[in-house]
C-alpha cells in the first residue's frame, strides 16, 4: 500500500470516527427537548428556548471564527503552534467576557427585545453560560486540527453525554429554567478545565507564547468564516427574535417547536458535501465540468432518494409526529412544521461543493445572501404586530428556497448546463414520482384508518406501562408505535413502486443484495450428526 493510499485510509477513519460520534451527540442532544416539554410549562419551554437561541447564537457569531484558524496554523508553521492556540484561547475568553459584561451591566437588552421580564433576570445566568460556552468549545476543534480524530470523537460524546445528563437530571428534579441553566454552567465550567489541561499537554507552557504580529496576521485569515457565520445566522435564526417580540413565550414555544429540524437532514448533506469539496476542486483545475455535472447529479440522486419520502412521509402524519414527540399540548406546531418542511426536497442540491471550485459563484452567493438577511430583517420588521406564526415561518422557507433555486442557477452556469443535459435528471424525477405514488397510498390508509389505529396504540401502551407502575409516557410509546406501522407501509409502497420505475441505481441495488446476504444467518450445508 502506498503512502497516498494511506494517507487517504487515515483520512476515511478520521471521518467515520467523527460521524459516529456526531450521530451520537445528536442522539444524546435531542433527548433533552423532548423531556423539557414534559416537565416545563409552556411558558416556560419559551423562555428555555429562548435563553438558549440567545447562548447558541452567540457562540456561534462572537468568536468570528477564529477557532477554525486552528486547521491552518496547526498544520504548518511550527513555530506558531504555541502562539495560535494562545491568540483563540485569548481572543474567546474576551469575547465572552465582553457577552457577559454586557448582559450584566444591561440585563435589559434581553428583556426589552424578547418582551419578558423572566429574560431580564435570566440575562446574567445566560452571560455566564455565553462565556464558559465560547471558552470551552476549542475543545473539540483543537483536537480535529491536530488530527486527533479518535480523541476528538471521546470528547464530542463525552462532553454531550455529561451535558444531556446534568440537564436532564436538572429538568427532572428541579423543572425550572434556572436549574437548565446552572446546569449548562458546570458542564462548560468543566469542559473549560479539560480544555486548558488538553492543551498544556500538547502545548507545554503555550501561555508565554504572546505575539501580537501574529494575532494580527490569524484575525485576517478568519474575516471570512466570521462574516459567512453571521449571515448564516442572520438568515436562519432572525425570525425566532422577531417571534419572541411579538409573540408570548408559550406562543415562541409552539412557534419553535414547530422550526424542529430533524439532525439527519444536516448530517447527511454535510457528510456528502465534506467529501465531494475536494473532489470538485480537483476536476475545476483539470477543466472537467461534464464529469463535475454527472457526479453533482449522482449525489443529488442519492440524497432525493431519502429526503423526497420523508417529506412525503411527515407531511402526512406531521399531526402525529409532533404531539408524539412533544405532546398534545404542541398540536398547533403541526401546520407550522409542514410549511417548515417545503424546504425539504431542495436540501437534496449537492451546489455548495460547485461554488466552493468557483471563486465567482461564490462571491455572487455571498451577495445574494446579503441581500436575504436585508430583506428578511425589513419584512419582518414591517411584519411585526401584523404577521401571524405561519406568515413568519412561510417567509422563512420562501427564503430558503430561493436561495436553493440561485445557487442551482449560478452552479448550472459555472458548468454550463444546457437543455440536451436534462436527460440526467430522469432518476430524480422517478425518485420524486415514486415517492408521490407512497404518499397517496399513505393518505389512503391514513384517512381510513388513522384515528382506528392511534386510540388502539395508545390503549395498548398504557397497559403496557401501566404493568410496570408506570402512569407517564403511553402518549410517546403509543404515538411511535402509530409512527412505526404508517412509515412500515410507507416505506414497503415507496421500495415497490421505485423499484418498479426504476428509481433505484443498478450498483446500489447489488450493494444492497450484499448486505442483506451478509446479514442473513448461513444455513449449514453439511448434515448434522445424529
Same mark, same amino acid.
Given at each position: 500500500?502506498?503512502? *497516498? ?9 478520521? *471521518?467515520?470516527?467523527?460521524? $459516529?460520534?456526531? %450521530? ?39 468568536? +468570528?471564527? +477564529? ?9 504548518? /508553521? !511550527? ?66 486540527? &491536530? ?9 464530542? $460524546?463525552?462532553? &454531550? ?18 436549574? %437548565? ?11 473549560? $478545565? ?9 502545548? !507545554? ?5 504572546? /505575539? ?25 435564526? %432572525? ?8 409573540? *408570548? ?13 430533524? !439532525? ?7 457528510? =456528502?458535501?465534506?467529501?465531494?469539496? !475536494?473532489?470538485?476542486?480537483?476536476? &475545476? ?11 453533482? $447529479? ?38 407550522? +412544521? ?31 445572501? =446579503? ?34 433555486? =440561485?445557487?442551482?442557477?449560478? *452552479? ?119
Amino acid at each position: 500500500m502506498g503512502i *497516498s493510499e494511506q494517507k487517504k485510509e487515515s483520512l476515511t477513519t478520521q *471521518s467515520v470516527w467523527i460521524l $459516529v460520534a456526531k %450521530i451520537a451527540g445528536f442522539a444524546l442532544n435531542t433527548m433533552l427537548p423532548l423531556l423539557v416539554v414534559r416537565y416545563l410549562t409552556q411558558e416556560n419551554v419559551g423562555v428555555y428556548r429562548q435563553a438558549f437561541l440567545v447562548a447558541a447564537n452567540a457562540v456561534l457569531v462572537l468568536p +468570528f471564527g +477564529f477557532s477554525m484558524s486552528a486547521y491552518y496554523y496547526l498544520n504548518r /508553521d !511550527p513555530e506558531k503552534h504555541h502562539a495560535a492556540v494562545l491568540n483563540i484561547l485569548a481572543f474567546n475568553f474576551l469575547m465572552g467576557a465582553a457577552a457577559f459584561l454586557v448582559l450584566f451591566l444591561f440585563p435589559g437588552v434581553l428583556g426589552a427585545t424578547f418582551q419578558s421580564e423572566e429574560l431580564t433576570r435570566l440575562s446574567p445566568l445566560i452571560g455566564i453560560v455565553i462565556w464558559l460556552w465560547i471558552f470551552s468549545s476549542f475543545l473539540e476543534t483543537a483536537a480535529l486540527a &491536530q488530527q486527533e480524530a479518535r480523541l476528538g470523537a471521546v470528547f464530542i $460524546v463525552f462532553s &454531550q453525554g455529561i451535558k444531556t445528563l446534568l440537564m436532564i437530571g436538572a429538568v427532572v428534579m428541579f423543572r425550572t429554567v434556572d436549574s %437548565i441553566i446552572y446546569a449548562a454552567i458546570a458542564v462548560f465550567a468543566g469542559q473549560s $478545565v479539560l480544555l486548558v489541561a488538553y492543551l498544556h499537554k500538547r502545548f !507545554p507552557r503555550f501561555w508565554a507564547h504572546i /505575539d501580537l504580529p501574529f494575532f494580527r496576521r490569524q484575525f485576517a485569515y478568519t474575516v471570512p468564516f466570521g462574516l459567512s457565520v453571521m449571515l448564516y445566522v442572520g438568515q436562519t435564526d %432572525i425570525h425566532n427574535y422577531f417571534v419572541s417580540h411579538s409573540f *408570548s413565550a408559550a406562543e415562541f414555544a409552539i412557534y419553535s417547536v414547530g422550526c424542529f429540524q430533524l !439532525p439527519l437532514i444536516t448530517l447527511l448533506y454535510e457528510s =456528502v458535501g465534506s467529501v465531494m469539496i !475536494p473532489k470538485m476542486s480537483q476536476l &475545476q483545475d483539470e477543466d472537467k465540468k461534464g464529469e463535475m455535472l454527472r457526479l453533482t $447529479v449522482t449525489a443529488t440522486q442519492k440524497l432525493a432518494f431519502f429526503y423526497f419520502p420523508l417529506f412525503a412521509f411527515l407531511m402526512v402524519v406531521a399531526s402525529e409526529f409532533i404531539t408524539t414527540l412533544f405532546t398534545s399540548q404542541y398540536a398547533a406546531s403541526a401546520a407550522i +412544521f409542514r410549511v417548515n418542511l417545503i424546504a425539504l426536497p431542495l436540501f437534496s442540491l449537492v451546489v455548495d461543493p460547485i461554488t466552493r471550485a468557483y471563486p465567482k459563484a461564490a462571491h455572487f452567493l455571498l451577495r445574494v445572501r =446579503v441581500g436575504i438577511v436585508i430583506v428578511l430583517l425589513a419584512v419582518f420588521w414591517y411584519g411585526i404586530g401584523r404577521f401571524g406564526l405561519l406568515d413568519m415561518i412561510a417567509i422563512v422557507a420562501a427564503s430558503i428556497v430561493f436561495e436553493k433555486l =440561485v445557487a442551482a442557477w449560478i *452552479s448550472a452556469r459555472m458548468l454550463e448546463v444546457r437543455f440536451s443535459d436534462l436527460h440526467l435528471l430522469k432518476p430524480i424525477g422517478k425518485i420524486a414520482a415514486a415517492a408521490s405514488a407512497a404518499a397517496v397510498v399513505l393518505v389512503v390508509v391514513y384517512a381510513a384508518a388513522a384515528g382506528q389505529m392511534m386510540n388502539l396504540f395508545l390503549a395498548l401502551a398504557e397497559r403496557a406501562l401501566a404493568f410496570f407502575g408506570l402512569a407517564k409516557g403511553f402518549e410517546f410509546v403509543g404515538g411511535c408505535m402509530f409512527l412505526g406501522l404508517f412509515a412500515s407501509i410507507f416505506g414497503t409502497a415507496y421500495l415497490v413502486f421505485a423499484i418498479w420505475l426504476g428509481a433505484v441505481d443498478p450498483d446500489d441495488k447489488e450493494k444492497f443484495s450484499r448486505l442483506l446476504r451478509r446479514a442473513m444467518p448461513r444455513r449449514s450445508s453439511e448434515p448434522k450428526a445424529a
